[in-house]
């Protein structure tokens, strides 16, 4: 597949490719999209109850992931889809592993 030539937004991008994709790969987006928002949750408890500093990065980086992952899907262009699971997982495991 290449990537979608729909618009230069991405809003027009990722409405385009809502409604041309399957229900599984809107699942799955939800799904990354969903685990992205607990993450937060759990790293801006994590911050505020035990003072790591590094979930404070996490929150700060979150929105991030989400937005390289979100724009990786709308545009069909896999380096952006791989480079915003990569970032997913280093922003949500990252602070764990040096805890």
């Not at 911050?47 to 790591?52: A, R």
């Not at 979100?70 to 997913?88: D, F, M, T």
């Amino acid at each position: 597949m290449s990537a979608t030539e729909v618009a230069p937004g991405l809003k027009d991008a990722f409405a385009h490719r809502w409604r041309t994709a399957g229900y599984g790969s809107q699942s799955r987006l939800m799904g990354g999209v969903g685990a992205l928002v607990c993450f937060l949750v759990i790293h801006t408890f994590f911050f505020l109850e035990v003072g790591n500093v590094l979930s404070l990065v996490a929150v700060a980086l979150n929105p991030l992931a989400g937005y390289v992952l979100v724009r990786g899907w709308a545009y069909w262009s896999i380096p952006w889809l791989l480079a915003g699971i990569a970032s997913g997982f280093a922003v949500t495991a990252g602070p764990f592993y040096f805890v």
